[in-house]
């Protein structure tokens, strides 16, 4: 039904079904990443993984993209996100276009690149890493609850939303 500012609204699914439908996300991407660096490897004839590190990383970080803006521009459901019953829409109800769906990806980043540039900077190892990631998910989580819309932070700057469609 339409808001005073005439948008849709929706129901928002829980942070608890965003969490496994990202639990299961990640199974599924084991696949997809580990197929991909194996074409790397073949293709390169890699022989180590230090040989051509970083450009293997640009090679999955960009398959990881392609993956993520094709289904969310496609239906605006990944595989686990259509078993969790959540979708990606923009900020008005509409299906995602594609510069809207890189930008949500490259955002999207920043749950995590925080925390990993914190742990280089103080030299962390260990269970002090793990510590450290776990406790910014645990604040990147938080952000979520007091945001008034309940979205993510990279969501509310891409201009899109997570919705429910538990209806359909």
Do not use: C
């Not at 965003?18 to 390169?44: D, K, N, P, Q």
């Not at 595989?79 to 299906?95: F, Q, Y």
């Not at 925080?114 to 030299?123: C, E, V």
């Not at 998910?137 to 007091?146: D, E, I, S, T």
Request: no cysteine; net charge positive.
């Amino acid at each position: 039904m339409p808001d005073s500012a005439g948008q849709q609204s929706y129901a928002v699914p829980t942070l608890r079904r965003r969490l496994l439908s990202m639990v299961y996300e990640s199974l599924l991407l084991f696949g997809v990443l580990f197929l991909a660096g194996y074409l790397f490897s073949a293709l390169t004839q890699q022989r180590s993984g230090l040989m051509y590190r970083h450009a293997m990383q640009t090679w999955l970080f960009l398959v990881l993209g392609a993956y993520f803006v094709w289904f969310w521009t496609h239906g605006g459901q990944t595989l686990a996100m259509k078993t969790w019953k959540i979708r990606l829409v923009d900020a008005h109800g509409s299906p995602v276009r594609p510069a809207r769906a890189v930008l949500r990806y490259v955002l999207a980043w920043l749950w995590i690149l925080p925390a990993m540039a914190l742990d280089w900077a103080l030299g962390l190892t260990g269970w002090n890493s793990v510590a450290l990631l776990a406790g910014w998910l645990v604040v990147w989580a938080l952000a979520m609850r007091v945001m008034p819309d309940h979205q993510f932070v990279h969501d509310r700057l891409a201009g899109t939303r997570l919705v429910s469609v538990l209806g359909k």
